[in-house]
């Protein structure tokens, strides 16, 4: 059973930067996953922002974060990074990892997602 904790959170003004790190345990040595990152706002559903497949580092993002979040992975660490840049109030929220395995098909739903980490709080100010 795979196991993701989160890390980085922290609080920054607009326009400042955060790397967040999601370290997977568990997982098989072949690390065939799908890596999610997904945000909740206060009062808001929880939505997908980028994901990453570990075997072969294709991504895709939201468009609200396309330019300024970058997912990646170092797969010898089982570890996925989102490097945030110019950060905006709106980007407030607890950011979630997730995962899947591989399994031919690209999920950006969270109910499609086995595994999740606990959440690290995320705040921006003006």
């Known amino acids: 059973q795979a196991q993701l904790v989160e890390s980085g959170g922290g609080s920054v003004q607009a326009g400042g930067s955060l790397r967040l790190s999601c370290a997977a345990s568990?997982?098989?040595?072949?690390?065939?996953?799908?890596i999610a990152w997904f945000r909740q706002a206060p009062g808001k559903e929880r939505e997908f922002l980028a994901l990453?497949?570990?075997?072969?580092?294709?991504?895709y993002y939201a468009d609200s974060v396309l330019g300024r979040f970058i997912i990646s992975g170092d797969n010898a660490q089982h570890t996925v990074y989102l490097q945030m840049r110019n950060l905006k109030p709106e980007d407030t929220g607890v950011y979630y990892c997730?995962?899947?395995?591989?399994?031919?098909?690209?999920?950006?739903?969270?109910?499609?997602?086995?595994?999740w980490g606990q959440g690290t709080q995320v705040t921006v100010s003006s």
């Open positions: 997730a995962g899947h395995l591989w399994a031919g098909t690209y999920y950006y739903d969270r109910a499609r997602y086995d595994y």
């Open positions: 990453i497949r570990t075997s072969s580092g294709y991504t």
């Open positions: 568990g997982v098989t040595s072949a690390y065939p996953y799908v």
